[in-house]
Nanobody, 115 residues
Framework: VQLVESGGRLIQPGESLRLSCAASSSGSEILNLGWYRQAPGKQREVVAIIFHDKRTQYAGSVNGRFTISRDSKNTLSLQMNSLTSEDTAVYYC???????????WGQGTQVTVSS
């Protein structure tokens, strides 16, 4: 499984940003896709997950501001609105396959929210 994120950049508070992740697999079926983030000095945390049945799950801190989506080609997106400095982090794309059960990570994309 290969994951390539894009879209991270410096952005001002209150603005919107969209992240993308191109997920591809030459073998195992990708079941769940998700976005995680890691701020300086903090542990990596889940931001949002979209399951194979299209159910979504969000961290409380982003619920109502962020929207996760995926298309039939497993292109994952994260629409982020009303960004604040607390959203500054490296954002990672994550994929989970069921057979065999394994998680994969992208290289990360930096989002910096600052005036």
């Amino acid at each position: 499984v290969q994951l390539v994120e894009s879209g991270g950049r410096l952005i001002q508070p209150g603005e919107s940003l969209r992240l993308s992740c191109a997920a591809s697999s030459s073998g195992s079926e990708i079941l769940n896709l998700g976005w995680y983030r890691q701020a300086p000095g903090k542990q990596r945390e889940v931001v949002a997950i979209i399951f194979h049945d299209k159910r979504t799950q969000y961290a409380g801190s982003v619920n109502g501001r962020f929207t996760i989506s995926r298309d039939s080609k497993n292109t994952l997106s994260l629409q982020m609105n009303s960004l604040t400095s607390e959203d500054t982090a490296v954002y990672y794309c994550n994929a989970y396959t069921g057979a065999p059960p394994r998680a994969y990570w992208g290289q990360g994309t930096q989002v910096t929210v600052s005036s």
